[in-house]
């Protein structure tokens, strides 16, 4: 059984920085691709960032959080990290680590293996 376990989460100014991580359980990181993606309330959960299976792979960003973060994996820990700079408030979301089987996808529904989430609150 696959396990994702986010961390990193919590309050923060406009302006700060935050580093989500996302530990990865059951499998091997490698066999996967990975993502970030975010609901914020009263919105539908959206992709924000993904990266392709290996190490320095492709990556992906939504348009409103490029230049402002980075998706990094360690596939030798099994870890994901996602590292947040320039935070808005309207970045408050919680925050959720998924799983892919496979290369890549950006496709929300192909994700198989979600985390629980790690709530991320700015304040202005």
């Known amino acids: 059984q696959v396990q994702l376990i986010e961390s990193g989460g919590g309050p923060v100014q406009a302006g700060g920085s935050l580093r989500l991580s996302c530990a990865v359980s059951?499998?091997?990181?490698?066999?996967?691709?990975m993502a970030w993606f975010r609901q914020a309330p009263g919105k539908e959960r959206e992709l924000v960032a993904a990266?392709?299976?290996?190490?320095?792979?492709?990556?992906y960003y939504t348009d409103s959080v490029k230049g402002r973060f980075t998706i990094s994996r360690d596939n030798a820990n099994n870890t994901v990290s996602l590292q947040m700079r320039s935070l808005k408030p309207g970045d408050t979301a919680v925050y959720y680590c998924?799983?892919?089987?496979?290369?890549?996808?950006?496709?929300?529904?192909?994700?198989?293996?979600w985390g629980q989430g790690t709530q991320v609150t700015v304040s202005s």
């Open positions: 998924a799983a892919v089987r496979g290369f890549f996808s950006t496709t929300e529904d192909q994700y198989n293996y």
């Open positions: 059951g499998r091997s990181l490698g066999n996967f691709g």
């Open positions: 990266i392709s299976w290996w190490n320095g792979g492709s990556t």
